[in-house]
């Protein structure tokens, strides 16, 4: 395998691009899986292990260019390694069984369609740091780093926290859903989407390399318009939801 670094950014360009273009298009198009599932596009499978294939696909990926890649690796690219592993595992393995997704079915396309995209944002992290980077010790001194590893952290809290108090919602009638008070959600419909979106955005500022930014913008351009449709759900599904609330950035989205 050998493509130099002009080449990878030259295709993130584009893949950033796409990203860019399919934002205000998914505004449109709600991905039927979850409270918005339906039976449309056609055939389904377990919405737990399809959630289980699909992420699963991004830490696979990314640790097989990583850690195939020869010679030494900057203890940097470790850390960032480290990192998307430490979201990726508890994504693919941890997540989809703490859930309340038992005889819920997410359809096939949205799966293969979700396949895609992590291969394509874990192989280019991937390669990046198991091929082209050449971080040093000193990066760790760098303000990038710091204000990326802070949000980062900080995303990855209030994803986690967001997540564990919606699966806690429901407990003792999983099948009916309430509004969500609170934290982070008196003020947003989706704290979970904000967490991730900082998480990401945190990642890129901290590698500061573009597959980093390309997954942090596919990251915006899928989370962005998936809050908007649960906002919009939980306004149509509730006459008592808040009014103020928006549905991922407080005070403005």
């Given at each position: ?19 860019i ?16 599932y ?19 696909v ?6 097989i ?15 960032a ?59 760790f ?33 999983p099948?009916?859903?309430l ?29 500061w ?45």
């Amino acid at each position: 395998m050998d493509i130099s670094i002009v080449q990878l950014n030259t295709f993130m360009y584009a893949w950033i691009g796409l990203a860019i273009v399919i934002l205000p298009i998914q505004f449109f198009i709600t991905a039927p899986y979850g409270r918005h599932y339906n039976t449309a596009w056609g055939k389904s499978m377990s919405n737990r292990w399809g959630w289980v294939i699909m992420e699963a696909v991004s830490i696979i990926g990314l640790s097989i260019l990583f850690l195939g890649a020869p010679g030494e690796k900057s203890l940097f690219a470790w850390v960032a390694y480290g990192l998307w592993a430490l979201h990726y595992v508890y994504r693919s393995f941890i997540f989809p069984f703490r859930t309340r997704t038992k005889d819920k079915f997410i359809p096939i396309g949205i799966v293969a369609s979700a396949i895609f995209f992590n291969l394509i944002n874990a192989g280019t992290n991937g390669y990046y740091l198991g091929y082209l980077e050449t971080y040093t010790n000193d990066w760790f001194f760098d303000l990038r780093f710091i204000i990326g590893i802070i949000l980062f952290i900080t995303g990855m809290l209030i994803n986690f926290f967001a997540d564990n108090y919606l699966i806690h919602l429901r407990n003792g009638n999983p099948n009916v859903y309430l509004i969500p008070r609170g934290g982070l959600f008196e003020y947003i419909s989706c704290p979970n989407h904000f967490g991730e979106i900082l998480e990401w955005i945190g990642f890129a500022i901290m590698c500061w390399n573009l597959p980093a930014l390309g997954f942090a913008v596919w990251t915006v351009a899928n989370l962005v318009p998936r809050a908007w449709s649960h906002h919009k759900w939980y306004r149509k599904t509730f006459s008592d939801y808040p009014e103020k609330r928006k549905a991922i950035f407080p005070g403005f989205l």
